[in-house]
């Protein structure tokens, strides 16, 4: 999917301020933003159909968000991916080289009308004023022992791939987390550690300006929550409990 699946896809758009004036000190829950709203995408391979954007208003609903084509619209050979991605409102300083990105996710093998050998990754990715990371989950061996070499870690340039501890099949909701802490890019699941990658000479990321999830086929996401990586404060979160609604929660 690293070479598949563009994130480019999104186009740009000015990010949205935030009054910081109302960010409390005791980090109480201050409000949910709606002007922050999760944007998706449909991402096709092979065009047919093509690849189009896809409004909270339709994959946001019973708990989670997804985004599921009928399958008989889709070409038998459009092996395709779906996406969600969030800009951090400009005005909310989160330092994306201290962070855990934490989601409940699932992609299991009948998410998708195609057989899970074509796919059922799943990725979180960061990006920042100067620099971004992934990491990417993959099916098992058993499964397609091809997918391996998708198995990584990534920042800026520097990859690690081919990981074996990123083979997972998310056939239910479990947990993914990409953290960084010390320089480093981290890969968690289900709370235990899988792999790591130092930022040698990549630059830091920065401020942290967009989080997102894509998946080969269409998965889920239950929920997801940003946590400070140095003192565990949560600083943001969606559950998606809200049918056709982001409702992203600033603490």
Same mark, same amino acid.
């Given at each position: 999917m690293l070479a598949a699946i563009s994130l480019s896809f999104f186009s740009c758009k000015k990010e949205t301020s935030f009054n910081q004036?109302?960010? &409390?000190?005791? @980090?109480?829950l201050v409000s949910v933003v709606p002007i922050a709203k999760w944007k998706g995408a449909f991402i096709s391979q092979n065009s047919l159909p093509p690849s189009a954007s896809v409004s909270d208003k339709i994959?946001?609903?019973e708990g989670y968000a997804r985004i599921y084509k009928?399958?008989?619209?889709i070409d038998a050979q459009n092996y395709y991916g779906t996406a969600f991605r969030l800009i951090i409102p400009a005005g909310l300083k989160i330092k994306g080289d201290s962070i855990n990105f934490e989601a409940g996710?699932?992609?299991?093998?009948?998410?998708s009308f195609f057989s899970p050998y074509h796919g059922r990754d799943v990725m979180l990715y960061i990006r920042g004023e100067s620099n971004e &990371?992934?990491? @990417?989950?993959v099916v098992?061996?058993?499964i397609n022992a091809t997918a391996k070499k998708r198995a990584a870690i990534k920042l800026g340039q520097t990859v690690r791939n081919r990981l074996p501890q990123l083979q997972y099949n998310f056939e239910d909701y479990g947990t993914l987390i990409l953290q960084t802490f010390n320089r480093g890019v981290?890969?968690?699941r289900n709370n235990e550690y899988l792999a790591g990658l130092a930022y040698a000479n990549e630059p830091l990321i920065g401020r942290l300006k967009e989080i997102g999830i894509v998946f080969k086929g269409s998965g889920y996401v239950d929920y997801?929550?940003?946590?400070?990586?140095v003192n565990g404060d949560l600083l943001l979160s969606e559950d998606f409990n809200t049918d056709g609604e982001s409702t992203v929660v600033i603490y």
């Open positions: 004036e109302s960010k &409390a000190s005791d @980090n109480a994959f946001i609903k009928d399958p008989s619209q996710v699932k992609n299991p093998s009948d998410a &990371a992934l990491i @990417n989950n098992t061996n058993d981290v890969a968690y997801i929550k940003i946590y400070n990586s």
